[in-house]
C-alpha cells in the first residue's frame, strides 16, 4: 500500500547542506552538520467531508430548532449508509447578523445560525452517494472535501527512520571527501512534521469523466543531526 521514496544520491557542493566545523580550540571537538530527509508514498484509506447547515431568520430558537433537524436527518441517513458515529463530528456553530440588499444598500435583517459538520469515511466508493444524500436533506453547502490517510503517524515514523539513514549517507559522504573519521552522534533534532495531504474540490471531482481514484500522496520527516569527527 506504500513505498519508500528513493533519496537522492547527487549533491552540489556549492548547495550542500553539510557543514564541518573545525576549531582550533582542542578541547572543542569538531562536527559535522546534516540535514536527513525522508519521504514515504501512501494512498489514502479514507476520505473527508466537510458540509455546512445554515438556517436564516429572526428568532435564533427558531433556526436553532431548524438546524438541528436537518443534522439530525441528515445523520440518521449517514449511520444507514454504513458511517460510523464516532467519524461523525459537529461542534462548530456560528450565529451571525443576516443582511439584505436594498436600494439605499446593505442592512441588517434577522440572524444566520450555521453547524460545520465533517464526516470521515473509509469507503472510498461511497463518497458521490453520501454527498448527493446529504446535498438533499438540508446540507447548505460543502465546504471542504478530502482524501485522507487515517494512519498518518505510522507513515511518518517510517519517514522519520528513512530520514535518520539520509543524514547517516550525507554525513559518511562528507566524511570521506576531507578525508576525516566519522564519530558519534552529538546532537538530533526534528525540523519538521507531516507533510499536509493534497486537497480535492467536489468540483472537480464532478468534472472528472473516469472514475476518480484518491491517487498517492506522501508524508515526509526532516532533522538536523550533528555527527562527532576525528582527524
Known sequence: MFKASSLSC????????????????????????????????????AFSITFIIEAKGQVVAKLNKQVEADLSQ???????????????????????????????????????????????????KDYDNLIDGILSRGVTRIQQFDFV???????????????????????MLLSKELGVKLGGVAQISESGSYMPVSRSSYKMMQAEAAP??????????????TFLIHK
Do not use: C, W
Open 74 to 124: 441528515v445523520v440518521d441517513f449517514l449511520l444507514k449508509e454504513g458511517v460510523a458515529a464516532r467519524q461523525i463530528q459537529s461542534m462548530q456553530v456560528r450565529l451571525t447578523p443576516g443582511y439584505e440588499s436594498t436600494p439605499q444598500g446593505h442592512r441588517e435583517n434577522g440572524f444566520v445560525l450555521s453547524r460545520e459538520v465533517t464526516l470521515t469515511h473509509s469507503e472510498l
Open 10 to 45: 547527487a549533491f552540489f557542493l556549492f548547495f550542500f547542506t553539510g557543514h564541518l566545523h573545525a576549531h582550533d580550540n582542542k578541547n572543542v571537538p569538531s562536527t559535522i552538520q546534516v540535514q536527513g530527509h525522508g519521504v514515504i508514498d501512501a494512498v489514502p484509506d
Open 212 to 225: 476518480s481514484l484518491p491517487g498517492q500522496q506522501s508524508v515526509s520527516a526532516n532533522i538536523n543531526v
Open 149 to 171: 490517510i487515517t494512519d498518518q503517524a505510522a507513515y511518518y515514523k517510517q519517514a522519520l527512520t528513512a530520514a535518520v539513514h539520509d543524514a547517516k549517507q550525507r554525513a
